[in-house]
Every structure is written in C-alpha cells, then in structure tokens.
C-alpha cells in the first residue's frame, strides 16, 4: 500500500508548485490513510476535516492564481495534542481539558499555518506530556507503527506512529527529556530537538529554562529541515530566544530550509553507547556497535568518549520536578484524582526537594554544559542510540527494569536523550535500520553548540549513505497489515491510566 500521502513534504512542495497535484488532492489522501490505518495504532485523536478542506480549497485558489503562500504552502500538517490549535480541541491528554478548544494557535503553530500549512488534526500524546510511553484516559494508547501492542514511546508518539504511516507529510513535536527523539527512533522517522530558543515559545512555564522546546518531526531529513525553518524564529514572549535589535538571527528561513550535504571525511566522529550512565540494555549496545562499524569509515576519525555527565540523573530529576510543581501543584492540591500516576510522581517528588537540591542540580547542568563544550574542541559530531532499549509493551506503564536492573524512576530508561538536552545542544534521531526483534533502530547525532546546521547536514549525508542499503535505510511498517489489524481500541487496557 503506498499512495501519494507516502511522499516527501520536498517532494510535495514541488509537484504543488509545479500544479501536478493539488493541496485538495494531497489532504484527501492523508484523509484516507488515517481513515484506513489509524484505528489500529490510534495515532490521530481529533481530526478537522470540514475546515482542513476548506483551507486545501484556498490553498488551491491561491495556486492557481499563481501565488506562493510559504514554504509549506497546501501541506497537511498534524499536530501535538499538547500545544494549542485555534479552534481545534486540544486536551494536552489530560480529562481537565478534555473539551478545551483554544481561541489562537500557540507560537509554533502559527508560525507553520502563516507559512500555508493546513493544520488538519492533532497527534496523541501521554497526559501533559510526561512519560515516554504514548497513553492517556482522554484517547487511550498509541501503538507502534510496528506491532501496535507495543510502545509508540513519547510525548511525541502520536506524531512519529503518524508521520510512519503516511498520515501526513509533516507532524510537530516537542521534547524535555526526548520527546521529539525517542518516539522517532521507536517508529522509524527522523524527529529533532534543536538549540534552545530556536524555536521561539511562550508557552514554557519556566522561560528561562533550557528543557522544554518545540521541534520538527518528518520522514527524512530535508522534510525536517523545511519544517525546522518555518518553526525558527525570534519571538520577544521567549527570554531564550533573544537576539540583536534588528538582526533576525532564528528566521532566516534559507539557513535550514536545506541542508548541505557534509564531507563527512574531513570530519571527527565520537560515539559512546551510554554518556557513561545510561541503562542501555545489550541488545541495543550490540547493534550500535554494528552500525559505529558501518559508520567509521565515512569520517577521518572515529573514538569511543563521552563528556563527562556524572551527576545527570539527580540534576535533571530535580530541575524536571521543578516544572511539573510549577505547572501542576495547585491541581495536585484540589483535584488530585484528575492526574495521572506520572505528573502526581513527578509533583510529589518536587515536593520533596529543598532550595538546596535545586542549587545541586543547576550547578551540576552549569557544570555539563562546560564538559560538554570542552568535549567538542576534541571532535565534530557525537553518537549514540536514541534510547535505551527494544520497544516494549504499551500496557507497561514504564520499564521498571533493563536487563535485570532496576530504573530508578519512570523516566530513567530515557537517559539517553536528557543526557543531551541538560547541555542543551542539538540533536537529531534517525533511522537506521532494525534491532534485534525486528523494530526500528534510531541513531541520535548530537551536534556542538549552535550546531543544528551540522547536526542536519551530518544526518542527511548519513542518510544518504546507506539510502540505497536494505538492512540500514528507513524501515517501513507493513499499512496492508494495520489496515486489516483489529482496532487498538478494543485491546485490554486501552485507556487505563495505571
């Protein structure tokens, strides 16, 4: 099963352009491919169709008088069910919102419908984000794209089981501790977590704080980056997004539009499977040592290091706690039994921490981010899995054990990603090939300061490389499969939140 909703969102752009296909045509398709795939893996939760066909009409008009609208002038676009769509329900996964429909589009969003996007739907997501595991009592569970008994990961689930199945060309997303990278690697796209305050937000609780940003999600690279250079922008409601008066350093569209391939031989490549912390079970370790084989020889130079994160996972425990007691402490007083198992975890353990810990923990980030700029004085580009382990099943909760070992909390399996997101540098997850079990494997590049440019341009030469290779290009799941599967829905748990 393949159809037109399969193609790229370049693509897409230049058979619009060139009027070979028409966005009427384009959002019928990614219609109907949600209408034959979603129910088995619940990927989509609210769809907008009468409004989303009279944007595609426009956008036809529009074309036809020869009018170019944007960049992503007449392509469907899904998005997050955690950040705000005029007039578009939006639960962020959460029984309190479950009938919140908002007046205007946040940031992000109104920066991709200005740009001609036609915002037709929103993605799953676990209950206000928190948790790598995509299921809430709103919608219920997301399924892998794969096997839809096991986990999408998340917050982002929805939008990478979507954009792997041909729902839409382009999905937004939004990462703290890999939301945008873990959902990525478990469903075979590409999702990037770029610098802070590149993509401008005035949603973050903490505005200073580096955790939380907005990204792109796509099914290659350059899909990525066409999405990364509408998303970019300065925006004065965001104290990270600062710039020079006068000079528009993030929304200079031409700087992420395409990436240029990178002469990977001239540069310096470091991989570590753990930052020295993370509980990467072996299965996972055996195929990144394969594919760290596979890669060597593209680079001048490939050594296992790591910068030094001793001390990540108290400090990001801390700093996250922090943010889930700022958002979600008053209603943790007043209406504890409309929070999940997770949010109620991360508020009580904010509770429990002092000024002390706090103090702890933002010297210990302070004291990463300088590793962390030491480190790329030694090298170009650093690897590792996207995320611990083997997709598992969506009834579990989180994995309170790897190989054996126990987790230290329902976020601790995802270390691998926060590792990346306390320096705050950028960094991409995509595909490469499938691990052991026969599931996506996700391989995160992570890029020095700034480095969104060349984290993009080593992913697309990347990319490329192995484009032609069957066991190591992008796998794809089996539509013919989902689309006679029984719907997710009827499995056991479905909407359990505990």
Known sequence: MSGLCDSSAVELRRLLAARAISPVELLEACLSRIATINPAVNAVVTLDEPGARTAAKKAEAAILRGEDRGALHGLPVLIKDTQDTAGLRSTYGSPLLRDNVPVADQGSVARLRAAGAIIFGKTNTPEWAAGGNTRNPVFGATGNPFDPMRSAAGSSGGSAVALACGMAPLASGSDTGGSLRNPAGFSGIVGMRPSYGLVASEKRAFGWSNLSTDGPMARNVADTALMLSVMASDDVRDPLAYT????????????????????????????????????????????????????????????????????????????????????????????????????????????????????????????????????????????????????????????????????????????????????????????????????????????????????????????????????????VPDLARLAAAPPLSAAPGFLTWE
């Open 244 to 475: 020079l008066p006068g000079e528009p350093v993030r929304s200079r569209a031409e700087r992420w539009a395409a990436p240029r391939p990178a002469d990977l031989g001239k540069l310096r490549l470091a991989f570590t499977e753990d930052f020295g912390f993370a509980p990467t079970e072996q299965a996972i370790r055996r195929v990144f040592r394969d594919r760290v084989a596979r890669l060597a020889p593209l680079f001048a130079d490939c050594r296992e290091a790591t910068p030094d994160c001793s001390g990540a996972d108290d400090a990001f425990a801390v700093l996250r706690a922090g943010l889930f007691l700022a958002m979600h402490g008053k209603n943790y007083k007043e209406r504890p039994e409309m929070l999940g198992p997770n949010v109620r975890a991360n508020v009580e353990e904010g509770l429990s921490y002092t000024l002390e810990d706090h103090g702890r923990a933002a010297t210990t980030q302070t004291r990463i981010y300088r590793a962390y700029q030491t480190f790329f004085e030694t090298c170009d580009v650093l690897i590792s899995p996207t995320i611990t382990l083997s997709p598992r099943p969506w009834s579990e909760l989180y994995p309170a054990e790897i190989d054996g070992v126990p987790t230290k909390s329902y976020f601790h399996w995802l270390a691998l990603a926060y590792a990346v997101t306390l320096p705050g540098h950028p960094a991409i997850s995509i595909p490469l090939g499938l691990d052991e079990a026969g599931l996506p494997f996700g391989l995160q590049i992570v890029g020095p300061r700034g480095g969104d440019a060349v984290v993009l341009s080593v992913a697309a030469s990347i990319e490329a490389a192995f484009a032609g290779d069957a066991q190591l290009c992008r796998p």
